[in-house]
């Protein structure tokens, strides 16, 4: 039987320790699950993984006992970062991109987006839910890190891609005639990372910021996608192409 997994913020977690699991988990475990004391359970915070038997079950807080270590958050030798401009269907689409692997998002407020920053801000522990409870799903240890909304205007001013130093930036747009094969890149041991517009794409401004800042302009498919589309299906590519 598949045992259960719950996410737990603590990072100093002993074996043989007794640890309170997250709120928003009590009444799941409770009335959904039905789990009592003495139930094996699996315990995930971003670094590790570990095997616990609840202790206390409780309409206010449950705790458990942790038993052993499971599982140590493999290193990666690549690492991919979205750029996302502040789409409609992002519920939906960040806990697909948590799914296929990807490590850190950065939102992006470019011109012709149609939601406003204090939108996405207004919904950051809603994301954050939504990651962890995708997570438990799909056997992650960790979920993807929110690195914050910046304007795509302050990305040279502020000198966030340097401070990440990105080997690989791919600026995805319709509006690049060049071919372009990724599968002659080498991405092994690279920090990749990749921009993907709103509804409305990029504005010709924007494109002249990308093109300034050296970004690799790249069309990966034929037709125009919708942007949660060719967020999801590009990540899909490159995780093929770095297990490949």
Do not use: W
Not at 131 to 141: A, E, F, T, V, Y
Not at 219 to 241: G, Q, V
């Amino acid at each position: 039987m598949k045992l259960r997994r719950f996410y737990i913020r603590s990072k100093n977690i002993k074996i043989g320790s007794e640890v309170q699991l997250e709120d928003f988990d009590n009444a799941h475990i409770k009335k959904v699950l039905r789990l009592k004391p003495g139930s094996t359970i699996v315990l995930f915070n971003g670094d590790k993984e570990y095997l616990a038997e609840l202790k206390k079950v409780t309409n206010k807080f449950v705790t458990a006992i942790v038993k052993s270590l499971k599982q140590i958050k493999e290193q990666q030798t690549s690492e991919i970062t979205l750029f996302l401009s502040l789409i409609k269907k992002l519920d939906d689409t960040i806990k697909i991109l948590n799914e296929l692997g990807l490590h850190k998002i950065y939102f992006l407020k470019t011109e012709y987006c149609q939601l406003k920053k204090e939108s996405i801000i207004q919904k950051m522990q809603r994301i954050e839910k939504i990651l962890i409870s995708s997570s438990k799903q799909c056997n992650r240890i960790d979920y993807i890190h929110i690195m914050g909304i910046i304007d795509f205007e302050d990305i040279q001013i502020q000198n966030t891609l340097s401070k990440e130093h990105f080997d690989l930036i791919y600026f995805l747009t319709p509006h690049c005639n060049q071919k372009f094969n990724l599968c002659t890149e080498n991405l092994a041991n690279k920090k990749i990372a990749y921009f993907i517009g709103p509804e409305g794409g990029f504005s010709e401004k924007e494109h002249t910021i990308a093109r300034n800042l050296g970004f690799k302009f790249i069309r990966p498919f034929e037709n125009i996608l919708r942007s949660e589309h060719a967020s999801t299906s590009f990540l899909c590519i490159l995780k093929y192409l770095l297990n490949n």
